[in-house]
């Protein structure tokens, strides 16, 4: 069984940083890709970042391009979100997902290859 935990969220202020933390624990994946998604208030689940194991390709949504990044450490089995500049529009809640069995430089942005899910963690942006 696959366990991900989300770590990192908190209350930042306009243009400031944050680095969330999603942590990877068990057995079952391979050649998977792990992605984060986001949640805001009476919207839907969108996905805006993740990265392939088989190469580390990785993919950003637009409304995220440029201003975070995503990486991983194999030896701490932990993927990170960077996220830089953010804006009152990255309020939500983000889920780190994993989607087993990816192809090279397969990454997908639909929530519904992805089997293994977090909890979540809050993100507030606020002045």
């Known amino acids: 069984q696959v366990h991900l935990v989300e770590s990192g969220g908190g209350l930042v202020q306009p243009g400031g940083s944050l680095t969330l933390s999603c942590t990877i624990s068990?057995?079952?994946?391979?050649?998977?890709?792990i992605a984060w998604f986001r949640q805001a208030p009476g919207k839907e689940r969108d996905m805006i970042s993740g990265?392939?194991?088989?190469?580390?390709?990785?993919y950003y949504a637009d409304s995220v391009e440029g201003r975070f990044t995503i990486s991983r450490d194999n030896a701490k089995n932990v993927v990170y979100l960077q996220m830089n500049d953010l804006n009152l529009e990255d309020t939500a809640v983000y889920y780190c997902?994993?989607?087993?069995?990816?192809?090279?430089?397969?990454?997908?942005?639909?929530?519904?290859?992805?089997?293994?899910w977090g909890q979540g963690t809050q993100v507030t942006v606020s002045s």
């Open positions: 997902a994993a989607a087993n069995y990816t192809g090279w430089g397969e990454i997908p942005t639909s929530r519904y290859p992805y089997d293994f």
């Open positions: 990265v392939n194991s088989n190469d580390g390709s990785t």
């Open positions: 068990g057995s079952g994946l391979e050649h998977e890709t």
